[in-house]
Structure formats: C-alpha cells, structure tokens
C-alpha cells in the first residue's frame, strides 16, 4: 500500500468578480459576477511509504489547495485520494491520527506554554495516555536535542527552537504521513542544516513519509530523492531527483583558470556564462559537446584549474517554471 493514492483529483473555485467604484460595489451586491479558478486540474500521483517528496510549484499553482484536499480540508470535486488507505473525506478524524503538519510560517503551539506542557497537550489531544505521552517526549526530546529550552516558555524561544519543537509536537502522536510547508523559512543558514538533518533523522529513525512544500531550493535538494512540480492546478514533472538534475537539461558548468588570456569563442552546444580576466565558466550542452571534447577545446598547458559541475537546482527549477509559463 502506498502511504499516498490521489487519482484525477480536480478542485475548481467560484469567486466573485468586484467591479472598481460604488457603482461596482452595489452591482457585485444586485448583479454579482462570477469567475471560476481550476486549482487543481486532474492530477495523479502516488506517494510511496517512507518517501520524503518534494511538491512545489510557483505561487498559486494549487499546492495547498492539494494538500488541504489530502487532509480532509477541502473536498474535492472530483477525483479519488486515500491517504494511508483512508479517504480523507469519509474518515476525516480517523486521518487526523495519523498525519502531523508543521507550517513554517503559521504556530501551532501555545506560546504562553512551555514546549513541555505543549507536547502534554497534544498527546492528550490525540487521546494518548499519560505514560505514552511522557516516554514520547522522553525519546523525542533527545532526538530533537530540546533539553536546554523544554520548560522555556514558547514565546521566549528562538525561532529555529522554536521550529524543533513544532516538529516535535506533530510527532507526538507517531503520524505516519507529515505534511511540512515550508519548515525553513526565515531561519539562518545554519538553523536550516540542523533542522534539515533533524527531518532525514526523523524520516530514518521512523520511517516518516514526507510531504514537502518549500520554495527554499535546499530544503529540496538536501531532502527529498523526489520532486513533483504543479503549475495552474496541473503535474508538469514528476521525476527523480537524480534523474531531474543529471538527464533533464543534459548540461554541465565547466569552469576554466587559466594561465593565459585564451580567446574562446562559443561553439554548437557550449555558452560562456562568465569571462572575466583568465577565468571562463561554461555551459556545456552533453547532448551536443562532450564534457571532454568541451576541454580538449583549451590548451592543455594554459590551464591552472578546471572544475565540472551540475547545473543547480535552482536554475533547473526556474527553466521548468519558465517554460511551463510560456
Ligand atoms: P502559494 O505558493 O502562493 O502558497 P499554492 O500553490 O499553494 O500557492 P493555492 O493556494 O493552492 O496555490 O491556490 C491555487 C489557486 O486557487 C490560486 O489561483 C488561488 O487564488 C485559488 N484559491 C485558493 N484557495 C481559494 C479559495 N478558498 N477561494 C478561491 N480561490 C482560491
């Protein structure tokens, strides 16, 4: 069983069109208009157990809209989903135990609390006793290394203390499935990279299947083996990581130091990104050039340095995105 099944789902919003002025204002009230928005538009996807996928797309192409249908927020209108082998429209609260979310920008705790008394709440929310609760904290505040702030009010908390502690709380209950939006957002570089090596640790330790909405590049690319990308309500990739950062553009950067100024002129399947003084950064198209035909172009005996490397993520991402808009 997969931990998700959403078959041809489709959700379509009706929203009143207001006109500009009074006059407007009074024919939206007498003679009201309206548009519909397909925010989601047939999609299909599975989400095996354990996977940790990354489910992006540029702002308003229909991923909460998505998410909120897979947690029983929304219904759908049409299309079938089953979340863990549950419906998420029939058995809402029988879901609910059995998924965690954490939203970045939105808090779930209680920041007059203090994490502890948090945690206590919710596993009593998720009708857990006494004795589970407090050996589930035991165990997660070890992992998630929360001992110096767990009697701290919330509110005093750092917001990447903060962040571990949110985590925390929407494990309590053991979910099998947790939907994370955005669990980086506004943290220093170094904040994310523990925070990040705490998702794979709780993905590794149990087996957590992930759901990740993040339009930060390196939570993707740290996290997740697999990417699924929606614009206007449609799946436009769903491809391996690997295989999305390797095969999709077949290109390479190579970057060049040299000894001596060499006057390098494009060829068919190679663009000069950068040339500043004896330095050269190239994107060589594979496809066309080979990587060592590329460097068979430059004197051997001119060259100090040379450095290949994949095109990021982040430049993959933006093409994708272009070209779905064009
Ligand atoms: P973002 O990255 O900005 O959060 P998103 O991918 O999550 O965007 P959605 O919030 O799913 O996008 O929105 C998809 C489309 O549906 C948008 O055009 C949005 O305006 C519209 N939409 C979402 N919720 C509603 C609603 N409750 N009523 C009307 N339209 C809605």
Not at 154 to 172: D, H, K, P, T
Not at 184 to 192: A, E, F, H, R, S
Not at 255 to 264: G, L, R, S
Not at 272 to 300: G, P
Request: proline residues 3%.
């Amino acid at each position: 069983m997969n931990a998700i099944e959403v078959k041809q789902l489709s959700k379509t919003f009706r929203i009143k069109v207001k006109e500009k002025g009074l006059k407007g204002s009074m024919n939206s009230i007498f003679h009201p208009k309206y548009k519909t928005i397909k925010a989601v538009d047939d999609i299909s996807f599975q989400v095996e157990k354990g996977e940790i996928l990354a489910f992006i797309g540029p702002n308003g192409a229909g991923k909460s809209t998505t998410i909120k249908m897979l947690t029983g927020i929304l219904y759908p209108e049409q299309g079938d989903v089953s979340v863990m082998g549950i419906s998420p429209i029939e058995k809402r609260k029988k879901l609910a135990y059995k998924i965690g979310t954490v939203f970045g920008q939105k808090e779930q705790l209680w920041t007059h609390l203090t994490p502890y008394d948090n945690f206590k709440f919710f596993g009593a929310i998720y009708d857990l006793k006494d004795k589970e609760i407090e050996d589930r904290i035991e165990e997660l505040k070890d992992v998630f290394e929360l001992e110096e702030f767990i009697n701290t009010p919330v509110r005093n908390l750092s917001l990447g203390q903060r962040i571990r502690c949110e985590i925390v709380a929407s494990l309590i209950h053991k979910p099998e499935i947790l939907f994370m939006d955005e669990p980086t957002i506004g943290l220093d570089p170094v904040v994310k990279e523990n925070i990040r090596e705490l998702i794979k640790k709780m993905n590794k330790e149990y087996n957590t299947t992930i759901f990740l909405t993040s339009h930060d590049v390196g939570d993707i690319e740290k996290l997740c083996k697999r990417i699924i990308i929606v614009n206007h309500g449609k799946v436009v990739l769903d491809d391996s990581m690997e295989h999305l950062k390797y095969h999709y553009l077949n290109k390479k950067i190579l970057e060049v130091k040299m000894k001596e100024y060499q006057d390098f002129k494009e060829v068919e399947g190679i663009t000069i990104l950068k040339s500043k003084a004896n330095n050269l950064k190239l994107e060589v198209d594979t496809t066309k050039k080979t990587i060592s035909d590329a460097i068979k172009l430059f004197d051997a005996d001119n060259m100090i340095d040379i450095n290949i490397s994949n095109v990021p993520l982040e430049k993959i991402i933006t093409e994708i995105y272009k070209e779905v808009k064009s």
